[in-house]
């Protein structure tokens, strides 16, 4: 069974650096592109961006790029979302996510597995 | 931009459920459903506009193409008022619309 198992609920204060994980099982992780999703309080899905382990190929939203960085572990088969300095509208869960590639003229990709997600809350 | 209507729906259980989606630009056939019910995560129902995915009950059907997409549960059951997203995957940056809310 592929699982993504992500690291545990984070309180911090503003200005403060933070690194949560998510550890890919039962599936090759240097073979799937892994990404992140955030969720605000009561509010929608956001796409963070998206990272090939195989290589290092990183994608991000504009709205989040210089923002967070996104990195992977192939050894520990363990993706990694950081901030070098939080805000408090930061505070919003966390998922990552594995895809599925396909060909078709290009290359795409879809989400087919979620983490449970991780809860940052960043507060002073 | 995705944009999903309505925003809610209220439905009685055994009724038929038909959610909206529509993009900015043609993203056919890179498009993709997800459920997500309260306090869990978002689940992949549709990828490829109209592909269910594994173990995904067939009284969910979707389809359309170009910007225009749908997402029909034919008999809603009590499991399936939760709220629902539509995501292209066609270009950088994915986008997803902003939920549709599938309540009793």
């Known amino acids: 069974d592929v699982q993504l198992v992500q690291s545990g609920a984070e309180v911090k204060r503003p200005g403060e650096s933070l690194k949560i994980s998510c550890e890919g099982s039962?599936?090759?992780?240097?073979?799937?592109?892994i990404g992140w999703v955030r969720q605000m309080p009561g509010k929608g899905l956001e796409w963070m961006g998206i990272?090939?382990?195989?290589?290092?190929?990183?994608r991000y939203n504009p709205s989040f790029q210089g923002q967070v960085t996104i990195s992977a572990d192939t050894s520990m088969s363990t993706a990694y979302l950081q901030w070098s300095s939080l805000k408090a509208s930061d505070t919003a869960i966390y998922y990552c996510?594995?895809?599925?590639?396909?060909?078709?003229?290009?290359?795409?990709?879809?989400?087919?597995?979620w983490g449970g997600g991780t809860t940052v809350t960043v507060s002073s | 931009l995705m944009t999903q209507s309505p925003a809610t729906l209220s439905v009685s259980p055994g009724k038929r459920a038909t959610l909206y989606c529509r993009a900015s630009h043609s993203v056919s056939p890179n498009l993709a459903w997800y459920q997500q019910k309260p306090g869990q995560a978002p689940r992949l129902l549709i990828h490829?506009?109209?592909t269910r995915a594994t173990g995904i009950p067939a009284r969910f059907t979707a389809g359309g193409s170009g910007t225009d997409f749908t997402l029909t549960i034919s008999s809603l059951q009590p499991e399936d008022f939760a709220v629902y997203y539509c995501q292209q995957y066609n270009n950088w940056p994915h986008t997803f619309g902003q939920g549709t809310k599938v309540e009793i």
């Open positions: 490829g506009a109209s």
């Open positions: 039962g599936y090759n992780l240097t073979t799937h592109w």
């Open positions: 996510a594995r895809y599925i590639t396909y060909y078709r003229y290009y290359y795409f990709h879809y989400i087919d597995v």
């Open positions: 990272i090939y382990p195989g290589d290092s190929d990183t």
